[in-house]
Nanobody, 115 residues
Framework: QVQLVESGGGLVQPGGSLRLSCVFS????????MGWYRQAPGKQRELVAS???????NYADSVKGRSTISRDSAKKTVYLQMNSLKPDDTAVYFC?????????WGQGTQVTVSS
């Protein structure tokens, strides 16, 4: 059974940076496509960034150039480095793991960008 545990969220001032981490428990991490999603109050969950099992990355236009997704197979962890944070980045950030028809989600970590 796959479990995902996110950490690294918090309160940050506009222009600041955060690094989110997602630890994957279970087997086969290197075969999973991993992603970060976010959901702001009253809005739908949206993709922020993803990284395939082969390392191909994809970013939402809203974070492109400000964020970097990466994965460490030895630590079974996926990271999201976010820079130049804006109030619009405020949301709960969720880690996602996909393989074949299966989807797994973490519990989420709150990111609040405010002065």
């Amino acid at each position: 059974q796959v479990q995902l545990v996110e950490s690294g969220g918090g309160l940050v001032q506009p222009g600041g940076s955060l690094r989110l981490s997602c630890v994957f428990s279970g087997s086969g991490f290197r075969f999973y496509h991993m992603g970060w999603y976010r959901q702001a109050p009253g809005k739908q969950r949206e993709l922020v960034a993803s990284i395939t099992s082969g390392g191909t990355v994809n970013y939402a236009d809203s974070v492109k150039g400000r964020s970097t997704i990466s994965r460490d197979s030895a630590k079974k962890t996926v990271y999201l480095q976010m820079n130049s944070l804006k109030p619009d980045d405020t949301a709960v950030y969720f880690c996602n793991a996909k393989i074949n028809q299966r989807d797994y989600w973490g519990q989420g970590t709150q990111v609040t960008v405010s002065s």
